[in-house]
């Protein structure tokens, strides 16, 4: 039984505190597999470099388009010229894409663009934590906040531009700008050294046929007050295709301060499920929640704890790194779900340092019907080293499809990526590595000052169509000068 389970009772006076339900231990194991069960390996197809440039990009969300499986968008934090958030597409399956440099940056936002020569379209002086989506007609959708650090009121806010031809092109920021989301403007304290800001959006698109509120879209975040206030996990949404948003609305109510890492899956039906992690108080993620809304987002049931942290992963140093080797920020623990049409169930995957030691992917489920129970969780496709950054995708014929960072392939010690998948509702997983070399992260990073920090990320992204997954991440590139400074955005796909 995974250490996640033996600690929850030892916890659950903690979680009383957190919300207004006390989590159930996780029981009911998911349904009988509906999929036939495969024991091939899974074969990689292709692995690119997306970005081919010289500076650090990091945070790899992935989206395609439905009408056509060809075409994919991906963005990044981008540190070609200060920070902006660097968005690039393919429409070829992933083997070539729309560079980087000059102009891959999403206009409207930052003052500058990749190319020093040529100033921006927006007023801010960084932009980040991207977030990416297609609609139903083909639209695609880019989530980006946009901040100001140098004089008051010390603006930030998250904005949502789009594109209609299939991420080549995005709203210019002169005569259409990106639609803010937010609402909070900075009033003289909006910064991050005093814990205020919004912070790691995430975007969803009701695709569903079915659905009342087909075409809707759904952004997600968590808006830090301060380091002494609640830090609500709050919603807007829009039915106009991203040119309106609705007023944000909480989720979360209560003192509780450490909101994080929020994200919404869809039924076919339009219901949406939205996880996030809290950690009741004191440090990052102690315990995984979910929330529900059967009306569109604009009301949300009260959240319920799903499952309890044994030793969160949190590579934030310095104020935390708890896996071994040299110091380097990534992929912490977080929640990443996906909606299984073909089960109706809700999937969840996690990574958690189990008991001796290493950190694992964990994987649990619940009907969507009754998300007071919960699958035991299971670990996903075991190995001998440390796994992070665990995201997760259903395929339409519920296929699973997961990826994590992973440093099993080299004694514990260089991070490389791996794809698992499960035919049968994640009852075993087959997998393989999908990356071909490498790297130690705490040797690479991003510009700071006359040196790097190294910091690769806090999210990957992977998306599964019928026949095969797509994922991004963050690697290495060839460097450039005397920094280590050349974090690439890589593309693989899979079949599984």
């Known amino acids: 039984m995974p250490s996640s389970v033996r600690v929850a009772l030892s916890v659950t006076a903690l979680v009383l505190v957190a919300c207004s339900e006390p989590?159930?231990?996780?029981?009911?194991?998911g349904a009988p597999s509906l999929a036939k069960v495969r024991s091939t390996t899974p074969q990689v197809q292709l692995v690119v470099d997306v970005s081919q440039d010289t500076t650090a990009q990091n945070e790899t969300p992935l989206a395609v388009n439905?009408?056509?499986?060809?075409?994919?968008?991906?963005?990044?934090?981008?540190?070609?010229?200060?920070?902006?958030?660097?968005?690039?597409?393919?429409?070829?399956?992933?083997?070539?894409?729309?560079?980087?440099l000059p102009n891959g940056f999403i206009p409207g936002l930052t003052e500058f663009t990749n190319d020093p020569a040529v100033p921006g379209t927006g007023i801010y002086e960084a932009a980040g934590d991207p977030a990416v989506a297609f609609g139903p007609d083909g639209t695609a959708y880019f989530a980006c906040q946009a901040f100001i650090f140098s004089q008051p009121p010390f603006p930030i806010a998250l904005f949502v531009s789009r594109s209609t031809d299939g991420g080549r092109t995005w709203l210019d920021g002169v005569r259409e700008k990106p639609v803010?989301?937010?609402?909070?403007?900075?009033?003289?304290?909006?910064?991050?050294?005093?814990?205020?800001?919004?912070?790691?959006?995430?975007?969803?698109?009701?695709?569903?046929?079915?659905?009342?509120?087909?075409?809707?879209?759904?952004?997600?975040?968590?808006?830090?007050?301060?380091?002494?206030?609640?830090?609500?996990?709050?919603?807007?949404?829009?039915?106009?295709?991203?040119?309106?948003?609705?007023?944000?609305?909480?989720?979360?109510?209560?003192?509780?301060?450490?909101?994080?890492?929020?994200?919404?899956?869809?039924a076919p039906d339009g219901t949406l499920f939205l996880t996030f992690d809290n950690g009741i108080q004191g440090g990052k993620g102690t315990a995984n929640y979910v929330s529900t809304s059967k009306d569109g987002g604009q009301t949300w049931s009260a959240p319920f704890a799903f499952s309890i942290y044994n030793n969160p992963v949190c590579l934030f140093p310095p104020f935390c790194f708890n896996i071994s080797g040299a110091p380097f920020r990534a992929p912490s623990s977080y929640p990443?779900?996906?909606?299984?049409?073909?089960?109706?169930?809700?999937?969840?995957?996690?990574?958690?340092?189990?008991?001796?030691?290493?950190?694992?992917?964990?994987?649990?489920?619940?009907?969507?019907?009754?998300?007071?129970?919960?699958?035991?969780?299971?670990?996903?496709?075991?190995?001998?080293?440390?796994?992070?950054?665990?995201?997760?995708?259903?395929?339409?014929?519920?296929?699973?499809?997961?990826?994590?960072?992973?440093?099993?392939?080299s004694g514990n010690t260089l991070v490389d990526v791996t794809y698992a998948t499960s035919d049968d509702g994640g009852a075993t997983w087959r997998s393989t590595r999908v990356s071909t070399a490498g790297f130690d992260p705490s040797l690479y990073g991003v510009p700071a000052g006359s040196g790097i920090r190294p910091f690769i990320g806090d999210y990957n992204g992977i998306v599964s169509l019928p026949d095969r997954a797509g994922m991004t991440w963050t690697g290495v590139g060839p460097t450039f000068g005397r920094l280590n400074t050349n974090l690439e955005i890589f593309f693989g796909s899979v079949t599984p």
């Not at 989590?23 to 194991?29: K, L, S, V």
């Not at 499986?69 to 597409?89: K, Q, S």
């Not at 998300?371 to 075991?382: C, E, F, M, N, R």
């Open 180 to 266: 803010q989301v937010s609402q909070w403007n900075g009033n003289g304290k909006s910064r991050g050294d005093n814990g205020q800001f919004p912070d790691h959006e995430s975007i969803a698109v009701d695709v569903s046929s079915t659905s009342p509120f087909a075409g809707s879209v759904y952004v997600t975040w968590v808006q830090f007050n301060g380091f002494g206030g609640h830090s609500p996990v709050q919603v807007a949404f829009s039915r106009d295709g991203a040119r309106t948003f609705s007023t944000p609305i909480s989720v979360t109510k209560g003192p509780i301060r450490n909101n994080q890492d929020a994200r919404i899956a869809i």
């Open 23 to 29: 989590p159930t231990p996780p029981a009911a194991p």
């Open 66 to 100: 439905p009408l056509n499986p060809d075409n994919w968008v991906t963005g990044a934090n981008d540190w070609n010229f200060n920070d902006g958030c660097a968005v690039n597409a393919s429409f070829d399956g992933g083997r070539t894409w729309t560079p980087t």
């Open 336 to 409: 990443a779900p996906a909606f299984d049409p073909v089960r109706n169930r809700l999937e969840v995957i996690y990574t958690d340092i189990d008991v001796d030691g290493r950190a694992k992917a964990f994987f649990t489920s619940a009907p969507a019907g009754d998300l007071t129970h919960w699958s035991t969780p299971v670990t996903v496709a075991p190995g001998s080293g440390d796994r992070f950054g665990a995201e997760l995708s259903v395929a339409p014929n519920g296929r699973f499809d997961a990826m994590f960072d992973d440093r099993s392939y």
